[in-house]
């Protein structure tokens, strides 16, 4: 029988209960539902090896919000999707100091556009807070990294030579100016 794969634990929850016998319990494993600002919230927490390996994800918590109410384009819908979204994020953060956002995704698959995209039009605030803090003190200090292009497919077994060029851009609010580094990944 093929396994089927999904990216989301949610998803990854959902299979394992169908494929399991009634009245099965999987360890270090809990799913929660909910709504905020009227969008449904699914929230997997995975916290222990068996779990890890049942749901074929690392430990962790993982939070998934259906925005689909601005698919609908309904009134007032951004502002609750910002909403919701920042209520999701706000217990996974610490209170305090810098976050850096890791934009993950594929810029040249539109259904995995999301990550690259969301780097795009964040507020990176590190370089803000640390060279004008009498104006953006206040703020969390934000930095930002993303994919600018997608790499080519290189046959398993081969290496591939990356020389990259880093623009503050590309990973914005760490780098002041361009840097060249050099990647090496063996396949």
Known sequence: MAQRRTDLAVEAHQLWREGAQAGAALTGVRAEE???????????TISSPEGARA???????????????????????????VSAVSECLRPLLPQHGPALVIGLGNRAVT???IGPLAVDHLLVTRHLVEQVPEHFGDLRP????????H????PKGQALFVLVQ???VDIRGVFQGQH????????
Not at 34 to 44: K, S
Not at 142 to 149: L, T
């Open 34 to 44: 909910g709504v905020r600002e009227g969008f449904a919230v699914n929230t997997v």
């Open 142 to 149: 934000v930095a930002a990294a993303a994919q600018k292009e």
């Open 111 to 113: 259904p995995d556009l």
């Open 55 to 81: 749901l074929g994800k690392p430990q962790g918590v993982y939070v998934t919000v259906e925005l689909d109410g601005l698919l609908r384009r309904e009134e007032g819908g951004f502002a609750r999707a």
């Open 166 to 168: 880093i623009h503050p």
């Open 151 to 154: 790499f080519p497919v290189i």
């Open 180 to 187: 060249i580094g050099a990647v090496l990944i063996q396949l």
